[in-house]
């Protein structure tokens, strides 16, 4: 069990927006973070701006999709030069909503 006081790397994910300013440098790693907001409303793009962000740190990242609205090709403008790297640190899931089967 982690307590409170074993957190000593208090890193922060930077979304590379404004909301940093907020956030006080960042979202905190470790945590979950509800973005919410309308259609439209940049709520994609600052996820995969963090899921890039952290695989450029060398580290997992697992994005999880509900809608079916992941770009790869938004993926590689996000990341630039640095997609080839990236690449085997960002694992992609596609969740379809789930379904009522009638019985």
């Known amino acids: 069990m982690k307590v409170l006081a074993n957190f000593e790397d ?19 790693k470790g945590t979950v973070t509800q973005i919410f907001g309308p259609p439209g409303s940049g709520k994609s793009n600052i996820s995969l701006v963090l899921a890039v962000n952290v695989a450029k740190q060398g580290k997992k990242v697992v994005y999880v999709d509900t809608e079916g609205g992941i770009s790869i090709n938004r993926i590689k403008q996000i990341a630039g030069e640095d997609f080839p790297k990236i690449v085997n640190n960002l694992s992609l899931i596609h969740i379809s909503e789930p379904t009522r089967h009638a019985q």
């Open 10 to 28: 208090n890193h922060k994910i930077p979304t590379n927006s404004g909301i940093d300013n907020l956030l006080d440098g960042g979202v905190e």
